[in-house]
């Protein structure tokens, strides 16, 4: 079936479907074809083109770990005519999958320092999948702060992961909302400030960010006031893809290609993109 | 080998003759437009009415609409069954310099890191034959982007208009093969030669249009944020994405399935950077205003592409001039940009 041609897809067979919030689904899958799966690798960052057959492509970051390959999960927010459908599939549903594609989270970079991640609503799913990476190979690194926020409690994905992260001594976990409600006794407040007010310490420390634009933002701008450098902060951008394969064209900010140069991005190299479209 | 020529009245009968092994397509007007199809005897008079054609040479290797893979849903789960251009050798013949030298240029994208079946496929299988241009269009302005409108290192054979003859020459192996087994050819002289050079420099000279391309690149990063500029350039384009789909080395695509979800195809067309779905997000579209789209035009041809591969991604043909309803034309954007 598959032969060398990029284009065609692997069929998958969706394992597991989990309710994240209102519109947040992950979905564990897995290989239809064992000697597919035992020729699959992948890096934390790398995403992929995932199809419902008669609806489309879309892309999203493969958010389970490379260290955990029993099986693979996507997280999906639904925003339009392919996360619609893919938010209708069930328990041994099939779909298509080609990756994965793009650069992934510099692991050399990171090896040895101390890690500040901090995520905002589906800007987890790409982290979580280095997260674990980090965790399954804990004595590589030093400190590791996860900072995780959303609008509200009932916004908050992988409530189980971050359960897991606060119990365990792996991680130093936070999470705050937005605005909480009558039942949630966490923390309240913006992520920008709660980052500023846990002020890790820069030095020897690389921060990971990912989440929507407008975090993303304020965050950048926390943590030059904590003093990390543009070459210690590293995020993912997000273009309109369709290939993923650096061809079909639109994915580009200036000559950089988000599919094939990205979307693992330090922020040293965005300032020094050609564009101002993003 | 040395060079060959043939009357002209010659051609439906060698034409005629390579049809018998392999599909030999020429310049053909149907639908209103000319573009490569199939040679039948009846249109065996292109040679002389065409001056290009409507739909660049890109078509025949990266058509407008191509099925990529058929995928059917059965008791066992879902079957895909790729669906790959048919192996089979193509002539194609009467070539333009300015596509020959397109093709070249997206080949290079098609065949970089990931391999694009599709396009590589029928390339592979592809003959051309190039036809010099000895009386370029008012709009050709190909001599400036590195070509000249006779001649052509990027085809296989290149022919020249002699008047009652072509002159056929060897560019590339295959086509020094081919050439060996074309029947009904005689061995042209020195004389020939001299006269297809003395046409070749006569249709060189006959370019008006001519942009500077000379730190090009330096320039148009200068001018990125020229806003005023792009504003001004893009007034009156009607985001229509014609100048797109007649340009040679535009190769963007859209992917989308067909029929339902039990059976059906998945497709790629032809998408334009010139529609402003083309980039749209759930959240945002970072080219929602046209003149960043048309920025984005330019900017990939003339510095991104060249930056990216080494090479500006136009050929000159002059297509997006002619066939753009409200005359925006590249040569006075890029003169423009020359002189900011
Ligand atoms: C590298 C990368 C990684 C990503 N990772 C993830 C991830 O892990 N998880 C995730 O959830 N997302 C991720 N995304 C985003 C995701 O790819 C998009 O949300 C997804 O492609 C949307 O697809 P869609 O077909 O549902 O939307 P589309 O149908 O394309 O919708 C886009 C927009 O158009 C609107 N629209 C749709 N149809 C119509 C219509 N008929 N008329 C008018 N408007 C319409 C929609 O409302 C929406 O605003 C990632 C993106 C990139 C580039
Ligand atoms: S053909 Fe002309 S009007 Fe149409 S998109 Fe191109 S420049 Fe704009
Ligand atoms: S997604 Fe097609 S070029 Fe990047």
Not at chain 1, 40 to 57: D, L, M, N, P, V
Not at chain 2, 93 to 122: E, N
Request: charged share 25%; aromatic share 10%.
């Amino acid at each position: 079936m598959e032969g060398d041609n990029v284009y065609i897809p692997h069929v998958m067979k969706i394992e597991k479907v989990i309710q994240e919030t209102g519109n947040i689904k992950t979905f564990h899958f897995n290989f239809k074809d064992q000697s597919q799966k035992d020729k699959f690798t992948f890096k934390s960052g790398q995403f992929a083109e995932y199809s419902i057959f008669g609806e489309g492509e879309a892309t999203f970051c493969v958010s389970s770990s490379p260290t955990r390959m029993d099986h693979l999960e996507f997280s999906v927010m639904k925003a339009g005519k392919v996360t619609a459908a893919i938010h209708e599939l069930q328990e041994g549903d099939e779909i298509g999958f080609r990756g994965p594609y793009g650069n992934w989270f510099p692991l050399d970079l990171l090896q040895g320092k101390n890690l500040v991640f901090v995520g905002g609503g589906i800007g987890l799913a790409p982290l979580r999948s280095l997260i674990w990476n980090v965790i399954d190979n804990r004595d590589s690194y030093g400190d590791v702060i996860v900072l995780y926020g959303a609008r509200s409690p009932a916004d908050l994905s992988f409530k189980y992961d971050l359960e897991a992260w606060d119990k365990g001594d792996a991680i130093d976990m936070y999470t705050t909302v937005d605005r909480g409600d009558d039942a949630w006794t966490g923390r309240v407040g913006l992520i920008p400030p709660v980052l500023e007010e846990i002020g890790p310490s820069a030095q020897d420390t690389v921060a990971i960010t990912c989440g929507p634009p407008i975090m993303i933002k304020f965050t950048l701008q926390s943590l030059a006031k904590l003093g990390f450098t543009p070459e210690q902060i590293v995020t993912t951008l997000e273009m309109k893809m369709k290939c993923g394969i650096g061809k079909c064209g639109r994915c580009n900010i200036g000559n950089i290609y988000v599919c094939k140069d990205g979307p693992v991005f330090t922020y040293a190299q965005i300032q020094n993109f050609l564009s101002d479209e993003f | 080998m040395g060079n060959k020529k043939i009357k002209k009245d010659q051609l439906n009968t060698l034409f005629n003759e390579l049809s018998k092994d392999c599909s030999v397509l020429v310049p053909t007007r149907s639908k209103g437009y000319i573009g490569f199809d199939l040679w039948d005897e009846n249109n065996g008079d292109f040679i002389g009415w065409y001056k290009n054609t409507t739909i660049p040479l890109k078509a025949n290797f990266f058509p407008k609409v191509e099925d990529m893979f058929r995928f059917n849903k059965g008791e066992g789960g879902y079957e895909i069954k790729e669906i790959l251009p048919e192996e089979e050798s193509q002539i194609i013949f009467g070539v333009r310099p300015c596509d020959a030298r397109a093709l070249k240029i997206i080949g290079t994208l098609f065949a970089d890191t990931y391999k694009d079946p599709y396009f590589l496929k029928r390339r592979e299988n592809a003959i051309l034959i190039g036809l010099g241009c000895n009386e370029p269009c008012d709009t050709c302005f190909c001599a400036s982007m590195g070509a000249s409108p006779g001649e052509s290192q990027d085809v296989d054979l290149l022919c020249t208009d002699m008047g009652d003859e072509l002159l056929f020459e060897t560019v590339s192996k295959k086509g020094e093969d081919l050439l060996s087994n074309m029947r009904g050819l005689s061995d042209s002289s020195d004389g020939d030669s001299s006269k297809a050079k003395e046409l070749r420099e006569a249709a060189n000279n006959k370019i008006q249009r001519k942009i500077d391309t000379s730190n090009l690149k330096e320039k148009m990063r200068a001018n990125f944020e020229n806003r005023e500029y792009w504003e001004n350039v893009s007034m009156k384009c009607m985001s229509c994405g014609i100048c797109t789909y007649v340009c040679p080395t535009c190769h963007c695509f859209d992917i989308h399935d067909e029929n339902n979800k039990k059976d059906g195809l998945r497709v790629r067309n032809w998408d334009s950077c010139k529609f402003p779905l083309f980039t749209r997000m759930p959240m945002e579209n970072p080219r929602h205003e046209k003149w960043r789209r048309v920025r984005q035009r330019y900017h990939h041809k003339f510095e991104y592409y060249d930056m990216n591969f080494g090479v500006i991604a136009c050929t000159g043909c002059g297509r997006c001039i002619r066939e753009c309803p409200v005359n925006v034309d590249v040569t006075q954007i890029i003169t423009g940009i020359q002189s900011l």
